[in-house]
């Protein structure tokens, strides 16, 4: 009896030294705020790279001053001015673009840093991120950054890596709130490393506010890119690579690769030693478990790429080396209003049987005669269409009012259909 | 009975060896998470909903027009409406035990304001009236007959730093129900100093709700949302007045001093800022109903002369902006294409 008294007693005295050393400090909140120091230790060390655009974001990659943007950010001009943090209304440098690559959505710019060594983002390795790990993206969203450069942190995780979508060909996808302004600022992992630049939102409705679906291009691409064109410093723009006279099959291999279907006589692809049948399972180290993803990796690298590509065939596994094709890719110039006019977008990915539509424009010859997004134009006007800039060239040699064939593939069906084509005007 | 001390022994060793074992091997996002709820729980007693009744027959005359929030109404352009008030009530904080309660103005504003609700977290309902407001900072105080109830502890929002966690407090639909949502500080000084910037979701109903810190302390009031979408969805980009403007603000607002927005010009046009190829302020977009727009300005416009000075950047634009007072009549030189065009531009009032 006595006993229980005691233990019950020496219970209750634990309770009440429990609750007196919990009003004096939390060890849980304390461990939080270890937690929340880390972050913000992070978040700090990168914070000064952040680069202002103005309407959009870039990031500082070197002490000497090179920046990373997006080209929808860059592209439309050659000279710049950019600003950094520091001081009431940042600090202004002069720059100018190395090289842009409207194909990857990536624009390289070199600031003068007048021997200034300037706060930067070291480059991470996109092949290393998992879906789930914390990132943070820094950039203008809504041009709040406007005042003093100081970029806004937006904080979450990877959702997903390796997709294929919206013209992009291996992004990772994060739910950190990305809005219009962040284009072309950085995320990071929370070792301050950069690990892509973000450029898109995917949206439903055609409000472009964040969705929780924001699109990065992977660093690991944008350092192919600046490893193949180190010695570009003219503004030009550099070309992604495709490998001519392969085509491949829609059909799904159970996640197992993508299929050769036909191979062009004489073409890269027969020289390399492609052959119909042939089950492509791996570009370089990337595993491809359908043509998508195939697609996918084969835009991440330069025109001139040498890849070894693994392919499986009745015999075995047979590695075949590889040098990319130049893709072509279009870069929006003064258009003439007189000119032919389809009225779609073209998917900027290289696309095995021609070329991909991303986007019809109502009310355009396209939109009348049937054409719908997703269709493959595999010819046009009885040419075999070879790639976006291709039937760029094609429909830019016809006339307003001429009556032109499409063959299409939709959904694996073979499709022809008689477009009249039309003045631009202002569209 | 020595089986029953042996037995009630033996439970007190083995409630001991797991709380040791608890604390030696504790996820640290398992730890993360019960400080969010603790300090959701400290300052869920100062959190309270907000109703307004209004005289929907008549308009809300105060701005001329549209209803919109105080401060910070959209950073970059507006395509359409400013966003529209919901018929669901809001948020408040109290700020003193003896019933001051602090709420965004933007909740509370307007001649057709007929009646105010305040539903304390217990669920009790109390009439509240008006006592002052500070337009510059859009917040109002409030007043409730009421006694020892639990103020909020406010936090030093200038130890705040980009990175640190924060939860935005609120109450949901019904008046009672507590809404937590966490996010980070994504910067510290916005709007010149006025907003703390977060990326944590906050939607109509969080406005006037509080934001605190990990510790359950107040850092600010949660105060706009920065959308472009119409629908007035939360897009990540949220801001909050700070709980030091807030305490520098507070011995007036209790005097009953009505704090006037200070006037600011403003075109209503968006910057298309940096590249050097451009010589002039290039346009990226006029925001709809505003000077800019009415004077016939376009979107890609390059402005470069302004009230009789050459503008060869936006950073001149903006100080020939603030030499000018709201209403005075400017002429402008922009650049369409090939053309020069010659404007005039009456100047409005900046919207925050």
Not at chain 1, 305 to 317: D, F, H, I, S
Request: glycine share 10%; with cysteine; aromatic share 6%.
């Amino acid at each position: 009896m006595k006993l229980r008294h005691i233990v019950s007693g020496v219970l209750a005295l634990l309770l009440i030294a429990g609750s007196a050393l919990a009003q004096e400090k939390d060890p849980e909140i304390e461990k939080a705020k270890e937690i929340e120091k880390c972050l913000v230790e992070v978040v700090q060390k990168c914070h000064d790279a952040f680069v202002n655009f103005g309407g959009g974001s870039g990031v500082c990659i070197s002490e000497d001053g090179l920046v990373v943007t997006n080209f929808h950010v860059a592209g439309r001009s050659k000279n710049w001015t950019l600003k950094m943090p520091g001081g009431a209304r940042g600090k202004s440098f002069t720059a100018k673009i190395l090289w842009g690559d409207p194909t990857g959505d990536i624009a390289l710019l070199k600031m003068d840093n007048k021997g200034e060594k300037l706060p930067f983002v070291p480059l991470g390795d996109s092949d290393a991120v998992k879906v789930g790990q914390l990132v943070f993206a820094m950039g203008t969203p809504f041009m709040t950054a406007q005042e003093d450069s100081v970029p806004t942190i937006t904080f979450g995780a990877v959702s997903a890596v390796h997709r294929y979508q919206g013209g992009y060909s291996d992004a990772i996808q994060t739910d950190a709130s990305v809005n219009p302004g962040n284009s072309g600022g950085p995320l990071i992992d929370l070792q301050g490393r950069l690990i892509g630049i973000n450029g898109q939102i995917r949206v439903r409705f055609p409000y472009r506010v964040n969705t929780g679906i924001g699109l990065a291009v992977p660093v690991n691409q944008i350092k192919n890119f600046m490893e193949a064109f180190k010695d570009v410093n003219d503004g030009r723009m550099v070309y992604h690579g495709k490998i001519n006279g392969l085509n491949l099959s829609e059909k799904s291999e159970d996640g197992k690769g993508a299929r050769v279907e036909t191979v062009e006589k004489d073409s890269t692809a027969d020289k390399a030693g492609f052959k119909p049948g042939d089950l492509i399972v791996k570009v370089n180290n990337y595993e491809v478990f359908n043509h998508f993803r195939f697609l996918g990796i084969i835009g991440i690298y330069p025109e001139g790429a040498k890849l070894n590509v693994t392919v499986k065939r009745e015999e075995g596994e047979k590695v075949l080396e590889v040098v990319l094709d130049k893709f072509g890719t279009w870069v929006r110039e003064t258009v003439n209003p007189k000119v032919a006019f389809l009225g779609v977008k073209f998917s900027p990915t290289p696309h095995a049987d021609g070329v991909q539509i991303e986007q019809v424009f109502p009310n355009t010859p396209a939109a009348k005669a049937g054409v719908q997004a997703n269709d493959v134009i595999t010819h046009f006007d009885g040419e075999k269409v070879q790639d976006a800039d291709h039937i760029r060239r094609l429909i830019a040699s016809k006339k307003p009012g001429d009556k032109v064939k499409i063959k299409v593939l939709r959904e694996g069906e073979e499709k022809e259909i008689e477009v009249t084509l039309e003045e631009r005007g202002n569209r | 009975m020595r089986t029953r001390l042996l037995f009630a022994f033996l439970v007190s060793a083995c409630v001991l060896i797991a709380f040791q074992v608890n604390a030696q091997e504790e996820n640290p996002l398992a730890v993360l998470e019960r400080a969010f709820q603790k300090a959701a729980s400290k300052i869920a007693p100062s959190v309270v909903s907000v109703e307004v009744e209004r005289d929907i027959s008549k308009p809300e005359e105060t701005e001329g027009k549209e209803e919109r929030p105080v401060i910070g109404r959209e950073v970059g352009p507006s395509p359409g409406k400013y966003y529209s008030r919901p018929e669901s009530p809001a948020s408040g904080v109290i700020i003193t035990s003896d019933g001051n309660i602090l709420t965004t103005y933007f909740n509370v504003k307007g001649e057709n304001v007929q009646k105010i609700t305040v539903t304390l977290s217990e669920g009790k309902r109390f009439p509240a009236k008006i006592v002052a407001w500070d337009e510059n900072v859009d917040i109002a105080l409030l007043k409730i007959e009421a006694k020892d109830l639990p103020a909020a502890k406010l936090a030093d929002s200038s130890k705040l730093q980009q990175g640190k966690f924060v939860i935005a407090v609120g109450r949901a639909e019904d008046r009672v129900s507590l809404t937590v949502n966490t996010g980070i500080v994504s910067a510290t000084n916005r709007l010149e100093g006025k907003a703390i910037q977060i990326d944590a979701s906050l939607n109509y109903g969080n406005a006037g709700g509080a934001l605190a810190d990990i510790e359950g302390n107040l850092v600010g009031i949660a105060c706009h949302i920065s959308t472009r979408s119409q629908t007035g969805q939360n897009s990540g980009v949220g801001f909050a007045t700070p709980s030091n403007k807030i305490a520098e603000i507070m011995p007036d607002l209790m005097l009953g001093k009505v704090i006037k927005r200070i006037k600011k010009p403003f075109i209503g046009v968006q910057g298309s800022e940096g590249a050097q190829d451009v010589k002039g302020a290039e346009v990226a977009s006029v925001m709809p109903n505003t000077p800019a727009a009415e004077a016939g300005m376009q979107d890609k416009d390059v402005i470069t002369e302004f009230n009789g000075k050459k503008i060869e950047n936006w950073d001149q634009l903006r100080d020939g902006i603030k030499e000018c007072n709201v209403g005075q009549t400017v002429k402008l030189k922009v650049k369409r294409g090939e053309e020069e065009i010659e404007l005039q531009l009456k100047l409005g009032e900046y919207p925050y």
